[in-house]
C-alpha cells in the first residue's frame, strides 16, 4: 500500500515562497512509469493540477504556473518537493500529492494515490 504524507507551512506571506515536501512510503519513486503529481484545490472551486515529476525525474508544469513553479526529488528519502515562488492570496488551497500514471489532468479520479493534503494560507 503506497502512502503519502504532506509536510510543510500552512502560512507564507505575500511574495514569499512556499515549500512542500511529500514523503511516500510503499513505493519508490523511482518506480517505472509512475508520475509523482502535485494538486491543489482553492476554497469553493475544483482541483488544479499544479505540476509532476516522473519516474525518470523529468517535470512538467502546469503553464500558467509554470514561471513560479519548482518540483524536485530526494531519492535517497522518497520524498519530492513543491517550491512556487511569489506566492499571492490566490494560492491560497489544500495541496495535495498523488501518484498515477499520467500528469496534468485535474480530475481526482486519475490518481490511484493521494495524501491527505495540507492546508496553505497566503496571507500576511
Known amino acids: 500500500q503506497v502512502q503519502l504524507q504532506e509536510s510543510g507551512p500552512g502560512l507564507v506571506k505575500p511574495s514569499q515562497t512556499l515549500s512542500l515536501t511529500c514523503t511516500v512510503s510503499g513505493g519508490s519513486i523511482t518506480t517505472d512509469f509512475y508520475y509523482w503529481n502535485w494538486i491543489r484545490q482553492p476554497p469553493g472551486k475544483g482541483l488544479e493540477w499544479v505540476g509532476a515529476i516522473s519516474f525518470s525525474g523529468s517535470t512538467y508544469y502546469r503553464p500558467s504556473l509554470k514561471s513560479r513553479t519548482s518540483i524536485d526529488r530526494d531519492t535517497s528519502v522518497n520524498q519530492f518537493t513543491l517550491q512556487l515562488t511569489s506566492v499571492t492570496p490566490e494560492d491560497t488551497a489544500v495541496y495535495y500529492c498523488?501518484?498515477?500514471?499520467?500528469?496534468?489532468?485535474?480530475?481526482?479520479?486519475?490518481?490511484?494515490?493521494w495524501g491527505q493534503g495540507t492546508q496553505v494560507t497566503g496571507s500576511s
Open positions: 498523488a501518484r498515477g500514471p499520467f500528469y496534468g489532468l485535474d480530475s481526482r479520479d486519475e490518481y490511484d494515490y
